[in-house]
């Protein structure tokens, strides 16, 4: 096999990709969507750049951390933004690409900063290699930063491909399965949670999948508008 650039390299992972992909098997139980995860991607990235001598080496340029909030039982949540770089080198002759990325992610433990650091890995390499997957949503975590809302513990991801899932949006079921979620997350705030329903409510991904019922399914819009106000009167201790 003759000697190939670093472009050559990119352009061999991306053709295996076009074939492979890595679908979304993985469940948020929270949030009700499919995603495919950091260990996803490095499995099925790993053995590629093996087999086309491509090497990439990871800096992060720039990491704030920050309190965003509190869970209900009062811990802070901690939001962490990093600005990485990744250089891609040839194993063959040493040519180099760097590509960069963001992340960001909350936790209320530890966890922030390696969530965020995971999130810019996974999404460099889905962008830098075009890697195709089935649905519409990505995520970094199975859970929202402060766990399971019902007060449980953290659930394991649910693993099987949905079958459901068109490669150009969610399925009327899982709209209704986002909003049933959503109603369910919604009636457990009360007086104390103010800050918490805003913050959930501002939440880029909440937003999105709601405009995206708004536009698909005005009638279960309406259910999930609803459920929404008697969360903002619950937190205001407003008679609704």
Not at 63 to 84: D, M, P
Not at 172 to 196: C, H, N, S, Y
Request: with cysteine; net charge negative; aromatic share 6%.
């Amino acid at each position: 096999m003759s000697a190939q650039t670093v472009d050559q390299a990119i352009h061999e992972v991306k053709a295996h990709f076009a074939i492979n992909g890595i679908s979304k098997d993985r469940k948020n139980t929270e949030q009700r969507y499919n995603f495919r995860g950091i260990d996803d991607v490095l499995n099925a990235l790993s053995e590629a750049l093996v087999a086309h001598r491509l090497n990439i080496l990871p800096r992060i340029k720039h990491k704030q951390t920050f309190e965003a909030g509190k869970t209900r039982n009062g811990a802070s949540i901690y939001r962490t933004v990093v600005e990485a770089e990744y250089d891609l080198i040839s194993v063959d002759d040493g040519s180099m690409r760097t590509v960069a990325a963001m992340g960001e992610a909350a936790d209320s433990a530890d966890k922030s900063g390696n969530k965020a650091m995971s999130n810019a890995y996974k999404y460099a390499m889905i962008q830098t290699f075009c890697i195709p997957t089935e649905g519409v949503l990505d995520e970094a975590d199975y859970d929202h930063p402060e766990g399971d809302r019902n007060g449980g513990e953290r659930r394991e991801p649910e693993r099987g491909r949905s079958n459901e899932a068109p490669q150009n949006g969610p399925t009327d079921a899982q709209l209704a399965d986002f909003v049933e979620g959503a109603i369910t997350d919604l009636k457990q705030f009360g007086v104390p949670d103010a800050r918490e329903l805003e913050s959930y409510l501002a939440d880029a991904n909440f937003q999105r999948r709601a405009n995206t019922v708004r536009e698909r399914n005005p009638k279960l819009f309406q259910n999930l508008d609803h459920a929404i106000g008697m969360a903002k009167a619950a937190v205001d201790d407003v008679p609704f």
